[in-house]
């Protein structure tokens, strides 16, 4: 079928704070084919930013804006939408901020094909399984130990296996104080839960900080220490990883392509590769990143800080892969991310999640519930109308 | 002194075609002090996309946009534009496009500081001579190998002693019109003048392919074969650095943050690292490639394929290293990108250009010669305007 339309729809919390919360705004996608089907994602990134990158005029022969390579192109096959995807990274080489605007369209082609189709993505990408996975629970370190302690026991009454906690002061407050707050969240998970600690980029490139907060998540048996660099810095988290024995780096939330992601594994030593679809180009790249660790001995996980429809994609590229357990799941995000999908992904009694079976991502948008949080955008070049927001229930071509 | 205001002017050709030539549009950005001190910096980056980046609602604590860590922020000595480069890093974590907009704050924010202690950039990086730099030509490569050895002669006639050839068909057609059209380049430069070759990301991350053309590049002695690969491809970089013998990889321009050059060096084995200031952060994050280029025997080249405000700003990171001598000179700039500045760098009888000695980057914007140009760009959110361009010449502060 031939893609129709490509239509953006900016969704918000009334007031969106300074919390490290991805879960205040939303940016979603809709594509239409030729024949009607329709094909939902989700860009994890700026929402005014990504729609103009996707109907900016063109700076030069690869610096093109992102709906220059898909309106028009025919998707049959898993293999168009990787060709698509082709036509993206060459005529948009230059528009840096490209790639997570295509993350969202790549996921709605997948979308799209997977319920004309009448298959899972996990499917289309050669799965034959559907295992689950241990969901962890993504919490800020609290402001004292006492309260991190509490936290981690609330979270396991929740029933979680897996607890993460991570930015609030960790990482820039003593040494001291940051060891006191891993003991603590250990003494409020228990023994058998696993750890795992987000330093949230904090020490930039200073491998010496880093060093410092090892014993104390060695001490604690975390299982990972997760994005203690800038997401670029490939050498700090490989001197970090030779010193870091049993704690595993992780990182990768922030790569936005797949060699980037791939380079974390291969120079950076990481032992978990993070990677959010909506982020990375979508799904397809996600699953190429997930060969790579497998080959590797690294373990894959997504990265889901938003809607259930983003957690669907972030799944798929990993959900056959039985020995890859952790999985990020969204545990308090803000009623815009919840309220926008008619289905969710729900722990099950063993404490488990799975990816749904249905069609497609097999979770719909929910457009009277999103109606509410809608914002309008408006991008006018010389006087002439270049972008306008679309209603919901109509779908509209996007003409550049 | 406070930073009251920056400014972003979006100046095009009346038609932007699909050639691969940069200087069809431009992003031009003024701060303004609160003594009414000016700065002007460059974008190279897609206008509205950048414009968006600068202005667009915050999604979270570390996806705001980036005008939210530069306005009311001071600036009075090179650190302060360190640490604001610090919180664009720390406060847009997440929002891709923000390193290209910042680019161009930040370019804008040395040339205030210079212009206010009379002082050349260079000499506020630290250096104290301004050596002369040798320039290439960049060219496309011809249709046929006749006229890429015509295009060659004429490079030379011109005083060109290293010229760059790449694009068109080079490396998509076979390995053999590939040869010839190299061996048809070194026939029209002559044995004394550097030849360079730009495959412009064409082989992706296929290093056979890549291969096949190193023999081609060797016998006709080519100084470098520059982007074989995706920008992130560092492994594919570093297998062909193995076997590219006297031919040295070239790479870089890309990057989008100091690291991401730095790994090119660190795992890529380029041997020349080149660098857009007005998109890897700017003037400061390129010193900081031009120290490690230097530490690690690898030399430093700018990338600029626009305006002579940008080449100065790529210049001033690698003026002061007498050894690496090579620099990237636009040599058929579109109208756009030669008029909207006052004062030009041109070749002197030696066949060599030199960065200005002038306070700031020594190049004045043209206001006058750009007004022609210039695009009006209105964004509107929920019927509310969140981003007006305004008129050169009276400035106006951008508030959020």
């Known amino acids: 079928m031939r893609i129709d339309s490509v239509e953006f729809f900016y969704a918000s919390m009334p007031e969106v704070t300074l919390e490290a919360d991805g879960s205040q705004d939303a940016l979603l996608v809709r594509v239409v084919g030729d024949d009607g089907s329709v094909g939902w994602g989700e860009c994890e990134a700026s929402p005014l930013t990504s729609i103009a990158a996707f109907v900016t005029p063109r700076s030069h022969g690869v610096c093109q804006p992102v709906s220059a390579s898909i309106l028009g192109e025919q998707v049959n096959t898993p293999a168009d939408i990787l060709r698509i995807s082709q036509l993206v990274a060459r005529n948009s080489m230059d528009l840096l901020q490209a790639a997570h605007t295509w993350s969202g369209v790549e ?15 996990w499917k289309l990408l050669g799965y034959t ?41 960790y990482g820039t407050a003593d040494v001291k104080d940051d060891a006191d707050h891993v003991a603590a969240a250990r003494e409020g998970l228990g023994k058998d839960a696993e750890l795992l600690i987000d330093a949230g980029q904090i020490w930039g490139d200073d491998v010496e900080l880093a060093m410092k907060r090892i014993p104390a998540l060695q001490k604690a048996g975390a299982t990972w ?167 919901l229930g109509v779908t509209t071509s996007v003409v550049i």
């Not at 996921?107 to 993505?121: F, S, T």
């Not at 700090?236 to 010193?243: I, M």
């Not at 791939?262 to 997930?290: C, E, T, W």
């Open 107 to 121: 996921i709605a082609l997948w979308d799209l094909l997977g319920r004309k189709l009448e298959q899972p993505i």
């Open 129 to 169: 399984t559907n295992f689950a996975k241990v969901p962890y629970a993504s919490m800020l370190m609290g402001d004292t130990p006492q309260s991190t302690l509490e936290r981690a026991k609330e979270a396991r009454a929740k029933g979680f296996r897996a607890v993460k906690f991570g930015w609030g002061n």
């Open 225 to 391: 220490l997760e994005e203690p660099f800038f997401a670029h810095a490939f050498k700090a988290y490989s001197d970090l990883s030779k010193v870091s024995g049993d704690v595993g780096l992780a990182g990768g939330e922030g790569a936005h392509t797949e060699h980037m992601a791939m380079n974390l594994i291969d120079f950076g030593g990481v032992k978990f590769i993070q990677v959010d679809s909506a982020r990375i180009g979508g799904i397809g790249p996600s699953k190429v990143v997930a060969d790579h660790a497998l080959r590797n001995g690294v373990t894959f996980v997504n990265h889901t800080f938003t809607s259930h429809l983003a957690l669907s994609a972030s799944m798929q590229a990993f959900v056959g892969l039985e020995s890859h357990r952790i999985c990020e799941y969204p545990v308090e995000p803000k009623s815009v991310a919840w309220d926008l999908s008619v289905e969710h992904i729900s722990l099950n009694s063993d404490g488990e999640i799975m990816a749904p079976d249905s069609p497609g991502l097999g979770i719909r948008v929910d457009e009277s519930a999103l109606r509410p949080y809608l914002r309008q955008v408006e991008i006018r070049i010389d006087g002439q109308l270049t972008y306008e927001s679309g209603p």
